[in-house]
């Protein structure tokens, strides 16, 4: 368990689509959607706070609470991690990751008990929250934290997370489990690169439309969960669909809901012994799988714009209405530190160091390439500290800050042994 503890230290355990690129890229398409279909447009700042909160939901620990399995109506389990038993697993969320219980995300966003424990890890961003700030007239606040909603939703395009696949893909070294080849492919997508938001208009397409959060919820997960597999959940007996309808060369393909028909996995035969063979269904993030992994990002990505543009529209009808009648805003509890992280306090601190030591070596004002300095300053800063001295000091002040972050604050829940 401790190779295990220092591999994620290093690296990240769970999480969706990449949190500083395909995250932001799925948000910034939900809102051009948005603005294309309804008469109240956000404006570019508030577009901006949705993103910065889309991408602060991946704050450790909080992604233990982005899974949600519409068939068994449960969130993250622990299963499929390579050669690791779930129960381990879950020991080990409890002891390095969260002395809380794991929740489906359909549960964590509207759960203001368990995000106010999350004081110290970006706290409570539920969706009742984003409209108790617009009722008041924060609307910074109000949209930052709907982008921690937009994240979620945007998870839910995930087969991984909807079918309860925990692809910790930079614990491989330690699991045996590549983790999810579909998210690691689609971190090629971008703010820059993705069109999806003109596309839908284009081709005609109008926001998904429904009457609750929760609605959308079961919506995106049974899609996903229904009509993809994960690398673990191919031909998952827990699970009935999807079916391979067709076969052609190495491809098995899948029926989309709409009737169309698009490839799911790759299907090789191997030979067992002199006589038999064996047929294995595979995908991986390798070039022969690529139109299998844009077949499925084409199409989930599509619905996650779709129905994240109905959200943001569905925010506005309630938000309005509880500013009107105040009472339809629900006050958010305080928060507290009623959690302890080790992981989420350690990778605070891991990025207060790299930021110090990255403003240090790079300097507040860098001068332009192109100028020279003088002899007199080139004298001067001979008898100024040398970067290495100064990373050296950097590094000692944080032996000081992990020995506090490991300190539970009073009223966390202490890691057991």
């Not at 007199?376 to 000081?400: F, G, R, V, Y």
Request: glycine share 6%; net charge negative.
């Amino acid at each position: 368990m401790a190779v295990l503890f220092y591999s994620l230290i290093v690296f990240k355990f769970v999480s969706g689509y990449g949190d500083t690129t395909t995250h932001p890229g799925l948000t910034d398409e939900i809102v051009d959607f948005y603005n294309l279909s309804f008469d109240n447009k956000l404006t570019s700042e508030e577009k901006e706070w949705l993103i910065r909160g889309s991408v602060d939901e991946d704050t450790p620990p909080r992604w233990i609470n982005h899974f949600y399995d519409p068939i068994y109506q449960q969130g993250w389990t622990g299963q499929y991690t390579g050669w690791l038993p779930e129960e381990l697993m879950r020991v080990f969320s409890f002891t390095f990751l969260s002395t809380q219980k794991p929740v489906s995300s359909k549960n964590w966003a509207n759960n203001q008990e368990l995000q106010s424990k999350y004081k110290d890890y970006k706290g409570n961003r539920v969706w009742e929250r984003a409209i108790y700030e617009y009722a008041t007239g924060d609307k910074k606040e109000a949209f930052y934290s709907l982008g921690f909603i937009l994240h979620l939703i945007e998870d839910l395009t995930v087969p991984d997370h909807t079918r309860n696949d925990t692809h910790a893909h930079d614990l491989q070294i330690v699991t045996g489990d590549y983790g999810s080849p579909y998210e690691e492919y689609t971190k090629r997508f971008t703010r820059e690169n993705l069109n999806t938001a003109q596309d839908l208009k284009k081709a005609n397409k109008s926001p998904v439309v429904l009457n609750s959060l929760d609605e959308y919820f079961e919506n995106l997960a049974n899609y996903s969960n229904n009509y993809f597999f994960s690398k673990d959940t191919i031909n998952d007996g827990k699970y009935a669909k999807p079916k391979i309808v067709k076969r052609e060369a190495e491809f098995g393909y899948g029926r989309d809901k709409d009737g169309s028909i698009f490839p799911l996995v790759i299907i090789d035969n191997i030979k067992i012994g002199n006589y038999e063979t064996a047929e294995i269904f595979s995908i991986k993030n390798h070039e022969d799988y690529y139109p299998i992994l844009d077949a499925y990002f084409s199409r989930l990505s599509r619905e996650a714009v779709l129905n994240g543009a109905g959200i943001i529209d569905l925010f506005f009808k309630e938000a309005e209405a509880a500013k009107k009648n105040f009472e339809l805003a629900k006050t958010p509890p305080k928060e507290t530190s009623g959690l302890f992280s080790l992981f989420g306090s350690l990778s605070q601190l891991k990025n207060i160091v790299v930021e110090k030591v990255g403003s240090i070596l790079t300097g507040p004002n860098p001068q332009p390439a192109l100028v020279k300095q003088s002899a007199q300053e080139a004298q001067t800063i001979e008898k100024e500290e040398t970067e290495e001295e100064i990373a050296e000091s950097a590094l000692i002040e944080s032996d000081e800050l992990i020995n506090e972050s490991i300190k539970p604050e009073a009223g966390a829940v202490p890691v057991s042994a």
